[in-house]
């Protein structure tokens, strides 16, 4: 599949996604290192991905899709530019209220997973659940997501007992458990065979679309980009339709 973009499906934009704003990256470039060794890894970047609109961004190693994601999720403070979330500017917040917007509005999928090694597959996805304040039923049933992501058999199991596709996995179903605003995900079929990489895809296609979650998804597998509503190409910290 080629990496130009795509048309918008039908059920792309939910009723109710004007509710969210979704995410906009303006102008953002981002060096990296110091003196000779500094790189460009974001060049005058924009990207503007609606509520219930998925995303995929494609592209060689090295060439600054890891970094957008960095920057988007208000992990990394760009050189220049900025990133609105639900219309609010989130480049210049403080230390405190960047880590709030982590907790309570983004959900991340990291390549190898991030779990916490003392809590079971069942426990990450509670915690995850209480950090954002969300006990009250604001998210997922954490039991019925572990189940839709093919982990409920495991559920007691904690991440050293979990393979790299079994703790990808539940990385995945810890992020969706909150219902976010904006979903950041990272290689998300790296360390997982075909039909379980498109049954993945899928779901992350469906909750974007269904919840109205803004979600940008950067990866090398291009045969799961026809769940995608628009692929772009990353080269050279350039993003491109």
């Known amino acids: ?68 994601l960095a920057v988007a999720g208000a992990l990394t403070t760009p050189d220049t530019g900025r990133v609105l979330l639900d219309g609010v500017d989130i480049t210049r917040a ?73 703790r990808q996995r539940v990385g995945i179903a810890r992020a969706l458990v909150t219902r976010p605003a904006v979903l950041l995900v990272d290689e998300p079929t790296a360390a997982l065979d075909r039909a379980r990489s498109d049954d993945i895809v899928t779901l992350l296609a469906h909750e974007a679309h269904e919840f109205a979650v803004a979600t940008v998804m950067v990866t090398h597998d291009h045969e799961v980009l026809h769940h995608c509503d628009r692929v772009l190409s990353m080269v050279d910290g350039r993003l491109s339709e």
């Open 1 to 68: 599949m080629t990496t130009r973009s795509t048309s918008r499906r039908p059920d792309a934009r939910p009723a109710g996604a004007h509710e969210r704003g979704g995410l906009l990256v303006e102008g953002v470039t981002l060096s990296l290192g110091d003196g000779d060794a500094t790189v460009t890894a974001l060049d005058d970047v924009d990207l503007d991905v609606a509520a219930g609109e998925f995303v995929a961004v494609v592209g060689p190693s090295g060439s600054g899709k890891s970094s957008l």
């Open 94 to 166: 403080s230390p405190r209220e960047k880590a709030r917007h982590r907790r309570e509005r983004i959900g991340f999928v990291f390549q190898s997973g991030n779990l916490i090694p003392a809590l079971t597959a069942l426990d990450q996805l509670r915690f995850a659940l209480d950090v954002a304040g969300k006990r009250a039923g604001g998210g997922h049933d954490p039991r019925e997501l572990l189940d839709r992501v093919g982990m409920g058999h495991r559920a007691g199991h904690r991440p050293h007992q979990l393979s790299g596709g079994e």
